[in-house]
Each structure stands twice: as structure tokens, then as C-alpha cells.
């Protein structure tokens, strides 16, 4: 009967160590944990709301640098064409001018030959 009797108290020691109710110390921490835990739950889901907040904010920028590009390339593109129609107005305007040129300098040699011609016919009369 011996053999049994120790193995019987073997087995209450673990139980020596399990106490029924804890004491205030250990309900204190539990309790401050349990506020620290909640008080990190609160933060995470705050945290959570920002980040989805500032990946709103991201997409909305990057959609609006989208269409700023897309302005971007419509507006070069208008440029690109009024350089073009200004360098064919400017070359048209510059045919112009040198045509005007050529016909003054015509209708000054006319005049000059006129009044040349017009001055010895006026000196003969006189």
C-alpha cells in the first residue's frame, strides 16, 4: 500500500500550486492588461483608418496627375501645331513683304525713269 500512497502525492503537488482565486495583484495586472490591450486595439483600428485614408487620398492624386498628363500632352500637341501654323503664316507673311519690296523698287525706277524723262522734256519746253 505504500507504492500507492506515493504516487497519490506526487500527484497533488502540481495541485498545491493552482490556487482557487487569484489575489489582488494578479487581477490588478490583468486588469491593466486588458485596458493596454484595449487601448492598443483602439490605436491599431485608428491606424488602420488613417493608412486607408491616405491610400483614398494616393488614388485620388494619382488619378488627378493622370488627367494633368493627359492636359499636359493635349496642350504640347496644340502648341506644337500654332508653332507650326505661326512658321507658315511668318514665311507667308515674308513672301509678302519681299513681293511689296520688289514692286516699290519697280515703282521707284519707274518714277525716277518718268521724272528723268518728264525733266528733259520740261528743260526743252522752257
Excluded at 492588461?33 to 483608418?49: A, F, G, K, T, Y
Excluded at 493608412?51 to 488614388?59: G, I, P, S, Y
Excluded at 521707284?108 to 521724272?115: D, G
Amino acid at each position: 500500500m505504500a507504492p500507492a500512497m506515493a504516487v497519490a502525492a506526487r500527484d497533488l503537488r502540481p495541485l498545491e500550486r493552482v490556487r482557487a482565486v487569484p489575489d489582488r495583484k494578479e487581477v490588478e495586472a490583468a486588469e491593466k492588461m486588458l485596458r493596454r490591450n484595449q487601448e492598443l486595439e483602439e490605436e491599431l483600428r485608428r491606424s488602420r483608418e488613417r493608412e486607408e485614408a491616405a491610400q483614398r487620398e494616393l488614388e485620388r492624386t494619382k488619378e488627378r496627375l493622370r488627367v494633368a498628363e493627359e492636359a499636359e500632352e493635349r496642350l504640347c500637341s496644340q502648341l506644337g501645331d500654332l508653332e507650326a501654323e505661326a512658321v507658315g503664316q511668318a514665311r507667308a507673311y515674308l513672301l509678302q513683304i519681299q513681293s511689296l519690296m520688289e514692286q516699290i523698287s519697280r515703282s521707284q525706277q519707274l518714277h525716277q525713269k518718268t521724272a528723268a524723262s518728264s525733266g528733259g522734256l520740261l528743260r526743252a519746253w522752257s
